[in-house]
């Protein structure tokens, strides 16, 4: 905040010298300073505390100095004067640094907290007072000299005088720097608050003014900038100056609104963040911008969902905010809302609940429970498994005698020895021992306890208690199979599996059974049945071991397809698929403590038996394909030789009954001539186009690979054929834009199939036209033999005539086949041009399609690779 200081001038020659008067003057300087005042009263309510206090002491440092202009103008004589003066000098260097400690407060950083910054302060400060009060002494600031002035004397700046004011506008500077590096980086809408800063600078250049001519008093106007500064900030601008000053520099999504929720701002990506919200939703009510958000903040629901409408990956994860709503304090009625995206700590939250759920579902799963006896306190803790292995409910509080009240009779002695021991003696316990439940029933647990020593003496015995009933029962199960059905199981050569027909879990395996599964059988023991068959068909196997169950309850049934008809098969250790059939049987083996009834499966590997088969079925699948091939051939030599016989004796006749006429009447021979060349050129034609598909077929034909101008060979192809299109009394033109088309390929071959496709087009086509289009296909990729490194070379054959059957048009490229095939053969040809067509092509490296409707005319499309460079206007064919 810089301040020039006062030349005095003889203040009765100057009072009504200039545009404003004294009085203006006077007027000026009581408003700002009342304005000061009343902005110091009302910054009280401005939320932060460094800014408040930097305010406060701006707008009072600023009042007095006012106040001090005044005084000046007031006083009557000249020491008076010179004593607001000096007064003036110090209150005004006062502000400067007031205005450091507002503008370093306003934008977050700490320099005003900082205490070498302090002491700077204050010695600079100090060093400057001093000077001025102890200017009578040394003169070195100002002098005052006898003038015939009014006054009698005016005032001279001295170097020091030069000097302060030098550092004050430095300081005053540096705080600008801050203020305007906020306005710039925030993308708040901070122009108007830029705009107002701006303004308390204005008074410098009125004091050059002042200083450089009558126009203005030569007189310091800082405290007018202050107090136009404290207008706007605190009564114009005051939403906009809070919101700068709170979330000027946040990251996170933010908004302002006023009464009514409008919206007065936007920040920290809120646009990006909030659907449907745009910049010009500034203004409007925030229910018809954002109604999710606005119902958010009306219900107070602290944590905000948003739907994603991106098309990414990720798109359907929703994205979750975390409302801080927050007012700005003073007189604005206005309030901040900031979006904390808290989406990766509800995703980090629900991955651990997840995992603490499948940690409770892994205990109940596998019948494990936790326990804890705390020595000093005498009390036993239980986890919610061993209530449920206890058949008690959570509520229950058992004491350690208590507890063990709860085995059995013959099994009390034994827990309480091994209790006593891991207390007294710091001995782990592991055993397996019976519990009697409420209800009468016997589980068989495993007791494992772990004592924790500190001090020298057991503190407390920690453990697990695992519910093994079914694990006993499995091994009770395995001995009764063992002492009934040794010999059998070991002496089997068929792999046989016994499992429980409850949990369906496998009680027994013999050694066929290991073996076929490359595995041991301990390690098949305690396994689900399913896991036997493919992982990926798991529930399949478990529904088929249901139908076994029941099926068998009587009598033994054979399983080797599944419930969809797929083959049945069990996975090796190594992932081998072996197909199977299964012979299920239902045993008893006496009782439920004795272990209930069984279900024995006998798995033989049907292997080789689906060898045989797929070996049957492809040679049935084989002589189906020869006797298709076989008529098929059967057809196409007829269809050969129907069309050879036409092709070739139809023109012969022709040929030699014109012959035999000119020979009777050699006056006929001019007009029966071209007759002769005409059904010469025909019967040409048909024995080029089969010996062509021959040589194509046989390898017999090079391609030479070189760039062919496909625009070019097109007009001078129709330029050929357009005489039989005028006969045939239809169009024939040639359709390219300026480019050139260049195709890698032979030049010979594309004539071969521009020929046969126009020459089919015009022949096929009784009204309308035939258009040959030449144009490039930019990235193409690699379909139907194409390079797709540079993009296609397409050519197109466009007709209105007769068009086919889009059935008949998957056939039309092979040999001797024509779409008026069945027509009573109405258009002559061999059938082999198309054949001879896409021959050339494959063979040329590119690609050929029809699409085509009956009666519409039909489209022909050659694709080729396009010659590199061929982007180029200057390439040349």
């Known amino acids: ?39 110091a009263w009302r910054a009280r309510s401005v939320p932060d505390p460094d800014t408040r206090y930097g305010l406060v002491a701006l707008f009072l440092i600023s009042g007095a100095w006012s106040t001090a202009y005044i005084g000046f103008l007031l006083a009557g004589s000249a020491a008076a004067k010179s004593l607001f003066y000096q007064a003036s000098l110090i209150v005004g260097f006062g502000a400067v640094w007031a205005w450091l400690w507002f503008c370093s407060a306003y934008t977050g950083r700490t320099l005003h907290r900082t205490g070498a910054a302090w002491r700077l302060a204050a010695a600079v400060f100090s060093a400057a007072v001093l000077l001025k009060i102890t200017n009578p002494l040394h003169g070195l600031y100002y002098s005052l000299e006898p003038s015939g002035g009014a006054f009698g004397l005016v005032v001279r700046h001295g170097i020091l005088y030069w000097v302060v004011m030098g550092v004050s506008y430095a300081l005053s500077g540096a705080g600008y720097l801050m203020l305007f590096e906020r306005f710039v980086k925030t993308d708040l809408r901070a122009g108007p608050l830029a705009l107002l800063t701006g303004l308390t600078a204005t008074p410098a250049a009125l004091n050059v003014i002042g200083y450089a001519s009558p126009v203005l008093r030569d007189i310091t106007h800082e405290p007018l900038g202050v107090a136009v500064f404290a207008v706007g900030v605190l009564v114009v601008y005051e939403t906009q100056f809070s919101t700068v000053r709170a979330v000027g520099d946040l990251e996170k999504p933010n908004l302002t609104v006023g009464p009514g929720r409008t919206v007065r701002d936007l920040g920290g990506g809120a646009v990006e963040a909030i659907p449907g919200l745009g910049e010009d939703a500034v203004g409007s009510p925030l229910r018809d911008v954002a109604p999710g958000l606005a119902e958010a903040l009306q219900d107070e629901t602290p944590v905000w969902t948003v739907a994603s409408e991106a098309e990414a990956p990720d798109a359907d994860a929703p994205r979750h905010y975390q409302i801080m709503e927050t007012g700005l304090g003073g007189a604005a009625e206005s309030r901040i809302v900031v979006l904390s995206d808290i989406t990766e700590r509800r995703r980090r939250q629900r ?92 589980r068989w647990v495993r007791v494992y306890g772990e004592p924790q020593v500190e001090g020298g003496d057991t503190a407390r015995v920690r453990g697990a208690f695992q519910d093994i009933t079914e694990q006993k029962r499995r091994e009770e199960t395995l001995r009764k199979l063992r002492e009934k059905y040794q010999g059998l199981l070991e002496g089997a050569p068929d792999a046989i599996f016994v499992a429980d027909v409850e949990s369906g879990r496998i009680m027994g395996a013999n050694h066929a059974a290991a073996s076929l599964l490359g595995t041991t059988t301990e390690e098949l023991i305690g396994c689900d049945q399913s896991e036997l068959h493919p992982s990926g068909d798991a529930e399949k196997y478990r529904s088929l071991f249901r139908r076994a169950v029941q099926g068998a309850e009587k009598d033994s049934k054979v399983f080797s397809e599944l419930e969809d008809g797929t083959q049945v098969f069990v996975e090796t250790d190594s992932g081998e698929q072996i197909p199977v059939e299964i012979s299920a049987t239902r045993v008893d083996l006496g009782g439920e403590e004795a272990g209930g009834e069984a279900l024995v499966g006998i798995f033989r590997d049907i292997t080789e038996q689906r060898t045989r088969e797929n070996v049957l079925r492809a040679a049935k699948e084989g002589a189906e394909k020869a006797r298709r091939e076989a008529e098929e051939a059967a057809r196409l030599k007829s269809a050969v030789l129907a069309n050879m016989s036409h092709e070739i004796r139809t023109p012969l006749t022709s040929i030699i009954g014109f012959a035999e006429a000119i020979g009777e009447n050699a006056e006929a021979a001019s007009r029966f001539a071209p007759l002769i060349e005409k059904s010469g050129k025909r019967l040409l034609e048909t024995l080029n186009g089969v010996l062509t598909l021959s040589e194509l077929e046989a390898g017999q034909v090079e391609f030479d690979e070189e760039t062919v101008g496909l625009k070019e060979e097109a007009k001078t192809l129709v330029e050929e054929l357009r005489p039989q299109a005028e006969e045939a009394g239809i169009g024939c033109r040639v359709e390219a834009n300026g480019r050139p088309v260049r195709a890698r390929a032979d030049k010979g071959g594309v004539q071969i199939a521009l020929r046969n ?46 068009g086919m059957d889009p059935e008949v048009a998957e056939d039309l490229f092979e040999p001797f086949r024509q779409a008026s095939e069945g027509m009573s053969r109405e258009y002559e040809g061999t059938g082999v041009g198309l054949a001879v067509t896409k021959e050339a092509i494959d063979q040329m490296g590119g690609s050929i399609e029809v699409e085509t409707e009956k009666g519409e005319g039909s489209r022909f499309i050659v694709r080729l690779p396009r010659a590199e460079g061929s982007g180029g206007e200057g390439s040349s064919s």
């Open 351 to 442: 991955r651990l609940e997840r995992r603490d759920d499948f940690f409770r579902k892994a205990q109940a799963l596998a019948d494990v429970g936790a326990w804890e006896y705390d020595v000093q306190e005498d009390r036993l803790r239980w986890s919610k498994e061993v209530y449920r292995i206890h058949g008690l409910p959570e509520d229950t509080d058992p004491t350690p005698d208590e507890a063990v009240n709860f085995y059995h009779q013959e099994d009390r002695p034994e827990i309480r020895e091994a209790f006593t021991r891991a207390i007294e003696e710091g001995e782990p316990c592991d055993e397996e021992l019976r519990i009697r439940r409420p209800d009468g029933s016997v």
């Open 1 to 39: 905040m810089g301040f020039t200081e006062h030349v005095f001038a003889e203040y009765i020659l100057a009072l009504n010298a200039g545009v404003l008067s004294s009085a203006g003057y006077l007027f000026a300087f009581s408003l700002a300073a009342l304005v000061c005042v009343g902005a």
């Open 757 to 802: 496709l126009v020459a089919n087009a015009i022949k096929y086509t009784e009204d309308g036209e035939v258009v040959v289009r030449a144009y490039r296909k930019e990235g193409a990729s690699r379909e139907g033999g194409t390079s797709g490194q540079e993009g296609q070379a397409v050519l197109e054959v466009e007709d209105t005539g007769i």
